[in-house]
């Protein structure tokens, strides 16, 4: 199977392993969780079990339908609005779909990333709350999690931007 094409399963598996861990740690979680902590990793706002699963579904939610019609919406932007470097080379009506299909595909690694991103920030909400005095991540901890996705982000555009920055002959 292409590379290019497994972004749907790499998000869905995101989901489902996040869903299936809210199912195993929802009845081992305290009636009153740690909703929010500080930099530190101190919780500084509490509440219900309850809570915590609804907040963690809704983000998810969230991301999946605020991002995903993004990759739709790339392949009917009018051509105007893309901008590539060589656009007109992308764009001329021979490639125009294959460009459009291409970018759709690079839109969806980052819509998994995404959705990878914010699954493994809840499960560290997860998890501190199944420990006796919940504490965060620390603060290295949580900076190493931001800046591997930042890094992926980074990557990511720099990819594409030598994709398209090169003229296939």
Known sequence: MNMARLWPYAAG???LVHLGELAYCYPRLPARVALHFDFAGRPDRW??????VASSLLVLLAVVVV????????????????????CDY??????E??????????MGWLYAATII???????????????????????LGLLAIVLSYLAFVAAWLVALVQRFNRVDQ
């Open 117 to 139: 991103f914010m699954a493994a920030l809840l499960h560290f909400l997860l998890t501190a709350n199944l420990a006796p005095q919940p504490r965060f991540l620390s603060p």
């Open 67 to 86: 991002l995903l019609p993004m990759l739709f919406v790339a392949r009917r932007v009018p051509r105007s609005s893309i901008k590539l470097p060589h």
């Open 97 to 106: 779909a294959a460009t459009r299909s291409m970018i759709a595909q690079r």
């Open 13 to 15: 598996l995101a989901v």
């Open 47 to 52: 509440g219900t079990k309850q809570e915590l």
């Open 90 to 95: 992308w764009l001329a009506p021979a490639r």
